[in-house]
């Protein structure tokens, strides 16, 4: 009976689609890029923030444009979540309607939206501009796919507070750090700027028409021209409209002769010649500092569909794996004026760690020796021996080894079986001529080699 219960239990254990674990191994990976970008954002003058998992749907909600909201997890109220549903009429039973009623508060869909709500309710504390980083996770309703999750990490480093472009300059180059230092050879900072595509809107006649623009624009690299096309048609633009931008899909060259193309096609719209000018204004000062392995490349389809970003927008892509962008970010003029503190402009970017780690994976960039595992073992034998190697036990962990004792006596066998699945490197045996002569059994658990040394000499072997 009880093995029946078990086997039913067991057909129903796993998780949500788009959630994952972590064993220890994966996780010295995942660190191994925590560390390193952390390493940089601090290395530039960035201070480590963290926000809750749950903000109020309000503080959420209309920020990253009508697809985004679709994607935020709301949690539903506690107690009697339907009471307030009951004095809906039926006619306006819709999602809609009814979410406001059942659930107040949601997951973070990202961390810059938290981070403006925290400029605000901060703001007497902090010092401006502010450099703060992120690295936590965040949850979007998303459709699971390789390189997609519904929990994912992000790591943000934002400057609020300053207008200007040198910000935008750093943190191209703290992108081009972290993935050189991560070991990647191959990888594209693109660039636009959302003035541009304000002015492509200007440019056809149809400014009202910028956000359905460029949500268009933004999947060019998912679903191609001709999706986008009927996409835009389907948003009410013309045949002829519609036409108007197809030169813009087709700009190539350097980007010196791609800024004057574009010149020339948004020569009557002031936002779009702004847009340029920021553009090459970026350019110029990237030129004072030599980058390692990014190219950055100015893309005019580039167009990140959050309605927030106002000037630079950028995606870095890796050019030896298809993975889509593994990196974003750009300017916004004035998140925190929806929570009260208008005109404060800032700029910020986002390291998709999750998205990195299989780039990593796929190209074989992760150093062979990352163990956080145990690096020393100690045998017990029994009451007697575990008393003589408690102290050294201690010892070792004072000197920075990783170490552990097996918590009982057990068979010998049972013991280095343990240390031999978890891989362990080296076991120490004490037993009565150990503790005796003070020299210790230590066995090098790869070679399979063992020698007597004292404990001086054992912590020398480790380090």
Known sequence: MKLDIRKKFMSKVGIPKGMRD????????????????????????FEQ?????????????GKYGEEG????????????????????????????????????????????VPFARYVVQHQNEITFPFKRFQIQPVWRADRPQKGRYREFYQCDADIIGSDSLLNEVELIKIFDEVLTNLGMQDFSIKMNNRKVLSGIAEVIGRPEKIVDITIAIDKLEKIGRDKVNEELLQKGLTNKEIEQIQPLFELKGDNKEVLQRLRNYLQNSEVGLEGIVEIEKIL?????????????EVDVTLARGLDYYTGAIFEVVSNEVKMGSICGGGRYADLTGIFGLPNLSG????????????????????????????QLFFVNFGHKEEAYVLPLLQKAREKGIRAEIYPEAAKMKKQMKYADQKNIPYVVVVGEEEMKSGRLSFKNMQSGEQEKVNFNELIERIS
């Open 347 to 374: 700029v910020g970017i986002s390291f998709g760690a999750d998205r990195i780690y299989d780039v990593m994976e796929e190209l074989k960039l992760f150093p062979t020796k990352l163990s956080q595992g145990t």
């Open 284 to 296: 110029e000062v990237i030129g004072f500092w030599s980058l390692n392995k990014a190219k950055v």
């Open 22 to 45: 972590f064993s220890p191994e994966v996780m010295a990976k995942r660190n191994y890029i925590f560390d390193t970008i952390k390493r940089t954002f601090q290395l530039y003058g």
């Open 49 to 61: 923030i963290e926000t809750p998992a749950m903000e109020n749907r309000e503080t959420l909600t």
């Open 69 to 112: 909201d679709r994607l935020i997890f709301s949690v539903l109220n506690s107690g009697d979540y339907l009471k307030k549903v009951e004095d809906v009429s039926l006619k306006n039973r819709n999602l809609e309607n009814i979410t406001p009623l059942v659930s107040e508060k949601a997951l973070r869909y990202d961390l810059t």
